[in-house]
């Protein structure tokens, strides 16, 4: 693979400082790297493969530069003001904001899942919602397979999802100070509330994993609904997932075909208590699941308990995935 200059939007962030960390441990070819983000952290030195970088204030003239590919990780609205400046200049980005996964000629890409859809990328390329990537990784097989007819999401997700801010304010909740992330205490208490609150109800995060799971799956007659809650957890995300399917299975079978998948890890030996937890995912890249049980509700049913780590296959991991998925190409 060709050695690649790359730059990194958001690089003193949860996000930008684990892409760094990732981009090692994978041997990401990189050529020259810049790493931008906000006035605040200018000069601010972070290391990379033992050689020290200055972070760069991010400008409209950041991208004046030989830049193969820009990873964006500083919000919604850098990403709508930069990407286009960035795509301008002939560079890919891969951006972890949701300001652009619903645009029709942008790919919203799980390696694992559907990564062909990069053939079709117009520049920028979107990393799903945390929590819509480490669910549609055992979703995939499972559909190929029965064919989804309607899924139930419910959400527990950790606070590192907010940021840096998120985990101050569980830090400081639990000293009893007060919170500035979240409209209400994080420590000792769940709020069932991610991000703002749409005319419909819904949370702009449950209409995002419901939007987000369609896109992915390729597959608009999915009938999906979402409750997604913030817990006192620092990292790692769960998810409890009902599915309903067209066809009936058999639950080795389910066993089978979610093991055979590289990216997830089956734990699930309830008599002796396995299932998975946050505190033994933290720090992996693949997507945990157990509790696998018949529902008993409904004809055809399945529930999973799903864990994985939001800030690396939520968030770094598949967005390195990704670049590596374009590199290729370059
Ligand atoms: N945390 C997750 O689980 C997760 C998962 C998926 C996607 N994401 C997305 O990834 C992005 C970053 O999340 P995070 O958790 O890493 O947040 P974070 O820890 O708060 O970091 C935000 C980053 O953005 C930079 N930034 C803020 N304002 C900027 C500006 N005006 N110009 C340039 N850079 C600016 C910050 O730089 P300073 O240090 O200078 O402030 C910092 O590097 C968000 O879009 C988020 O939705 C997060």
């Given at each position: 693979?060709?050695?690649?200059?790359?730059?990194?939007?958001g690089?003193?962030g949860?996000v930008?400082?684990?892409?760094l960390?990732?981009?090692?441990?994978?041997?990401?070819?990189v050529?020259?790297?810049?790493?931008?983000?906000?006035?605040k952290?200018?000069?601010t030195?972070?290391?990379f493969?033992?050689?020290e970088?200055i972070?760069?204030?991010?400008?409209?003239?950041s991208?004046?530069?030989?830049?193969?590919?820009?990873?964006?990780?500083?919000?919604g609205?850098?990403?709508?003001?930069y990407a286009?400046?960035a795509?301008?200049?002939?560079?890919?980005?891969?951006?972890?904001?949701?300001?652009?996964?619903?645009?029709?000629n942008?790919?919203l890409?799980?390696?694992?899942v559907?990564?062909?859809?990069?053939a079709?990328?117009n520049?920028?390329i979107?990393?799903?919602?945390?929590?819509t990537?480490q669910?549609?990784?055992?979703?995939k097989p499972?559909?190929?397979a029965?064919?989804i007819k309607r899924?139930?999401?419910?959400?527990?997700?950790?606070?590192?999802?907010?940021?840096?801010?998120?985990?101050?304010?569980?830090?400081?909740?639990?000293?009893?100070?007060?919170?500035?992330?979240?409209?209400?205490?994080?420590a000792y208490?769940?709020?069932?509330?991610?991000?703002?609150?749409?005319?419909?109800?819904?949370?702009?995060?449950?209409?995002?994993?419901?939007?987000?799971?369609?896109?992915?799956?390729?597959?608009?007659?999915?009938r999906?609904t979402?409750?997604?809650?913030r817990?006192?957890?620092?990292?790692?995300?769960?998810?409890?997932v009902?599915?309903?399917?067209e066809?009936?299975?058999?639950?080795d079978?389910?066993y089978?075909c979610?093991?055979?998948?590289k990216?997830?890890?089956v734990q699930?030996?309830?008599?002796?208590?396995i299932?998975?937890?946050?505190?033994n995912?933290?720090?992996?890249d693949?997507?945990?699941?157990?509790?696998?049980?018949?529902d008993?509700s409904v004809?055809?049913g399945?529930?999973?308990?799903?864990v994985a780590?939001?800030?690396?296959?939520?968030a770094?991991?598949?967005a390195?995935?990704?670049?590596?998925l374009?590199?290729?190409?370059?």
């Open positions: 693979m060709k050695k690649i200059n790359l730059a990194v939007v690089a003193t949860m930008g400082r684990t892409i960390k990732i981009l090692e441990e994978r041997s990401f070819p050529n020259n790297l810049y790493l931008y983000a906000s006035a952290s200018k000069n030195k972070l290391t493969d033992s050689k970088y972070v760069e204030e991010l400008n409209e003239s991208f004046d530069k030989n830049i193969d590919i820009a990873l964006f990780s500083a919000g609205d850098i990403s709508k003001k286009p400046i795509k301008e200049k002939g560079i890919i980005v891969i951006d972890n904001s949701s300001a652009w996964r619903m645009e029709k942008v790919p890409i799980v390696p694992e559907n990564s062909g859809d990069i079709w990328h520049g920028i979107s990393n799903p919602n945390c929590s990537i669910v549609v990784v055992p979703l499972l559909h190929d029965y064919k899924i139930v999401y419910s959400t527990y997700q950790a606070v590192s999802g907010s940021g840096i801010g998120g985990i101050k304010d569980l830090e400081n909740g639990i000293k009893c100070l007060s919170n500035e992330k979240y409209p209400h205490p994080i208490n769940c709020l069932p509330h991610i991000d703002i609150f749409m005319d419909n109800g819904y949370t702009k995060e449950e209409m995002k994993m419901i939007d987000e799971t369609k896109k992915i799956l390729n597959d608009d007659t999915l999906i979402a409750t997604t809650v817990i006192p957890v620092k990292n790692c995300h769960s998810i409890s009902n599915l309903e399917f066809k009936s299975f058999e639950l079978d389910v089978s979610l093991k055979e998948n990216g997830i890890i699930d030996d309830v008599k002796n208590n299932y998975p937890m946050p505190i995912v933290d720090g992996t693949q997507v945990y699941v157990g509790r696998i049980r018949r008993l004809e055809n399945l529930n999973l308990w799903v780590d939001n800030i690396r296959k939520g770094a991991t598949n390195v995935q990704i670049a590596e374009a590199a290729k190409n370059l």
